[in-house]
């Protein structure tokens, strides 16, 4: 039987990995759990290190080795910054340099991880409102699902709302958890009573809403299923998070600064913040 430290991770042994960590001064985290939910998406943990602080919404690069070096990629975080593990939510890109290989993760594989978590679908960059929307397509959930389980969110923020858009039903990704699970949990159940609205919306297949959601704002939709007056965002009260593809960001960022909003970062808290989901 092999020792765990001649183990072949890869095609690398954990020491080689170990030394390449403390060399690019990264960690080294083992897999402690995989879950694929289509052919082209999965979701992974690992274990946090200690002392790995981050605030929820923010990515860090995670990667493998490469031949001499390692191959990292951002990533959102999916975990909130509480939890003892570190979820993350990923595409499956058959070319794609680090996805094509991450793909096959196994449990008790080790990943790189760096140690500054960074971002600006955080909180703290958004000036005070009412309500907040978080706005994604694809993988660009992962943040929202740190910053939903967040309780200083829920100090303030009065509601939440968060909207998936897919091509396809089976790519909502989480959807039992934000439906279900979530109601049940201890904390959050009584939390987001009556506060909290999973809005999934389906492009390429029939759906109960079926749709871009930024075409379903514009003509309504989006502010009549939920009960909203005007179709228009409120400069005053609402607050958004955008996180997909640079072309969904971009029609968002248009749309939101037609209504009177204003994008903020972590030095200037405004209205809204976009971030790039990532794509493999
Ligand atoms: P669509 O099917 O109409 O292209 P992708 O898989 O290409 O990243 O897209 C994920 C989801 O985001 C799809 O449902 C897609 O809709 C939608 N989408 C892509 N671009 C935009 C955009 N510019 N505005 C709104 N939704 C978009």
Redesign the pocket.
Known sequence: MQSESRKTVGTATLIELQQMASERKLFLQKVISVRHWTNGLFSFCIERPEGFRFRSGEFVMIGLKDGTKPLLRAYSIVSPNWEEHLEFFSVKVPEGPLTSRLQHLQVGDHLFLSKKPTGTLVIDALKPGKRLFMVG??TGLAPFLSVLRDLETHEKFEEIVITH???QEQELAYRRFLETEIHDDEVFGDLLRDRFTYYPT???EEFKNKG???DRIRRGAFAEDLGLVGNRFNAETARVMVC??L??NS?MASMLNEHGLVEGSNAAPGGFVVERAFVG
Request: charged share 25%.
């Open positions: 397509t694809g858009t897919v091509r389906v492009t390429r871009r959601i930024t997909g593809s072309a969904f029609d």
